[in-house]
């Protein structure tokens, strides 16, 4: 029912960029937050970007500031990461994680989309 596909990983040369989406369905994706997390290989799975639904606030890791960008489009059900100036250390597998309802608050997670930043 509630499901998250991400797309868009792959291999890129350092300083390169890629452009990650995460297609939402099954619930109210306009209320939703949703974020990107990255777990690169024997580390934890980390956050990455988070935006949240009306205000569109975003908030960033520090080691991304300045080079990616989340972004959301709720007519498409939608959320975006733009990622630019590519480090090594970018590489992992890239999740997008949806957060919805109130009392409880559920998360959903999709299944992950790997990119690999290497010379």
């Known amino acids: 029912q509630v499901q998250l596909v991400e797309s868009g990983g792959g291999l890129v040369q350092p300083g390169g960029s890629l452009r990650l989406s995460c297609a939402a369905s099954?619930?109210?994706?306009?209320?939703?937050?949703m974020s990107w997390y990255r777990q690169a290989p024997g580390k934890e799975r980390e956050l990455v970007a988070t935006?949240?639904?009306?205000?569109?606030?975003?908030i960033y890791a520090d080691s991304v500031k300045g080079r990616f960008t989340i972004s959301r489009d709720n007519g498409k059900n939608t959320v975006y990461l733009q990622m630019n100036s590519l480090k090594p250390e970018d590489t992992g597998v890239y999740y997008c994680k949806a957060s919805y309802g109130v009392h409880p608050r559920y998360d959903t997670w999709g299944q992950g989309t790997p990119v690999t930043v290497s010379a």
């Open positions: 099954g619930f109210t994706f306009s209320s939703a937050a």
């Open positions: 935006i949240t639904s009306a205000t569109r606030s975003t």
